[in-house]
């Protein structure tokens, strides 16, 4: 029975030891097979880490060098002295002299912490990827570059600039106004009034016809600043015709010539106030009689007046009208009568004269305003006086445009003037009213 146990115990092991043998050989192979690829991975993966950081680095380098960020080596931008980073591999010196040498200062120049930053990168790259560098810095001292053989590029300037271009480039097409400070305004009108009353009528009354003429032209200068030169001529002439005067076939019923200039320099740059100087002429252009008489009451320069007036004036302009308020402390007067046949008396002046000289105050206010485009109205208020005698007169003209040639106009003109001789029946007030029809245009 032992023999037995011990035969097959024999046989057992005589099958299993080459087996176990076998599988520790494969054991051992594939733990070297293991050990060969963990090797290569850590190789490659320093291979991979050491690449990953030069590209890191190296876009690092270029991102500072670009923007400046870099407070230490790369603060100065496009710095010549890194140029060994961006060329083809090539095994420089400078990286291991500097890298053996005692003193690796670098200094405080900027071009020289460069060159150390681009040469410990360098040597750091010559370390790791030596089989990179196939050329050598003292390859590059012996190649020489044969100038001739590189051809200069010729850039062709008419490509960019046309040398047969013509030089005219034509007439200037913009047209360049000088501003014009000048306004001008004109009126001019034709109006009729007529009436017929027969002999037997039971109330009486005479017929008669009458003409009115008129015309009215401004020149207004306004520089926008300072100054106003307003110039303004008024001309009017009426003729009426009645059956009642035996002397006279037809006589003036209105009969004015008004010439006036201001000269204003404003107060202050917004203000509505002027320093102002006026001139102002007045007369008439025919003489003048009443019905039936053979009297001549006026005539040309008969009377002839002229003020001078020195003051301050509120003009205001706005869109549907404007005034002028004119205060004058020192106005000088001037009248004349130069007709023999007209009697001076009545116009203030004593008998035998023909001049008078006054000095005082005056107060004038014209005014303009629009209703509406068919309605208007315009006037003169005037006053004044020498401390002695007053003079005053309203003008006032409402206009109804008809069209845009006919128009109604209604004029009144009350008047006061104690300086005259008192007319026997009557007070110093004196009126006239014309109400007439007719053709209007204003320019």
């Known amino acids: 029975m032992k023999r037995k146990l011990f035969f097959i115990s024999a046989a057992m092991l005589t099958v299993c030891t080459p087996a176990f043998a076998q599988n520790e050989v494969v054991q051992q192979a594939e733990q070297t097979e293991q050990n060969v690829q963990e090797t290569r991975v850590s190789a490659s993966e320093q291979i991979q880490s050491v690449l990953k950081n030069y590209q890191d680095t190296l876009s690092s380098t270029i991102y500072k060098f670009r923007t400046g960020s870099d407070t230490d080596a790369f603060n100065t931008r496009m710095n010549p002295y890194g140029y060994k980073m961006f060329v083809p591999y090539t095994f420089y010196k400078s990286p291991v002299t500097q890298q053996m040498s005692l003193n690796s200062d670098s200094g405080n120049e900027k071009h020289t912490q460069v060159m150390a930053f681009a040469n410990k990168h360098l040597l750091n790259t010559y370390m790791h990827f030596p089989d990179n560098f196939a050329t050598t810095e003292n390859e590059l001292k012996d190649v020489k570059v044969n100038l001739g053989e590189v051809k200069k590029r010729n850039i062709k300037v008419s490509k960019l600039i046309d040398s047969d271009a013509s030089s005219d480039v034509g007439k200037d097409n913009a047209l360049v106004k000088k501003p014009n400070f000048w306004k001008y305004t004109g009126n001019v009108s034709l ?3 007529q009436s017929y009353i027969s002999g037997n009528w039971y109330q009486g009354g005479t017929s008669s016809n009458s003409m009115l003429s008129n015309f009215k032209a401004t020149a207004v200068y306004d520089d926008q600043q300072r100054i106003s030169f307003d110039n303004a001529l008024e001309l009017k002439l009426g003729f009426i015709q009645q059956e009642g005067d035996t002397i006279h076939k037809y006589k003036t019923n209105s009969d004015q010539f008004r010439l006036t200039s201001k ?49 301050i ?11 002028s308020v004119l205060l004058s402390p020192a106005t000088y007067n001037f009248t004349c009568v130069t007709d023999s046949l007209v009697d001076e008396t009545s116009y203030g002046l004593k008998e035998g004269n023909k001049i008078l000289h006054d000095f005082g105050y005056k107060v004038q206010v014209t005014y303009k305003y629009v209703f509406c485009k068919q309605i208007s109205m315009e006037g003169r208020f005037y006053v004044f006086s020498n401390y002695h005698k007053l003079e005053g007169e309203l003008e006032h003209t409402f206009n109804f445009q008809v069209g845009k040639w006919l128009s109604t106009k209604l004029y009144f003109y009350p008047r ?9 029946g009557y007070n110093y007030w004196q009126m006239k009213e014309m109400l007439s029809f007719g053709l209007n245009y204003t320019l």
């Open 416 to 424: 006061f003037d104690d300086n005259r001789t008192r007319v026997e």
């Open 313 to 323: 004036d509120y003009k205001k302009t706005g869109k549907k009208g404007e005034v």
């Open 263 to 311: 000269l204003g320099y404003k107060t202050a740059e917004k203000s509505d106030w002027y320093y102002t100087l006026q001139l102002e002429a007045y007369s008439q252009f025919c003489s003048g009689y009443k019905t039936n008489d053979l009297k001549r009451y006026s005539s040309f320069l008969s009377p002839g007046k002229l003020a001078f007036s020195l003051g």
């Open 191 to 193: 109006q009729f009034t």
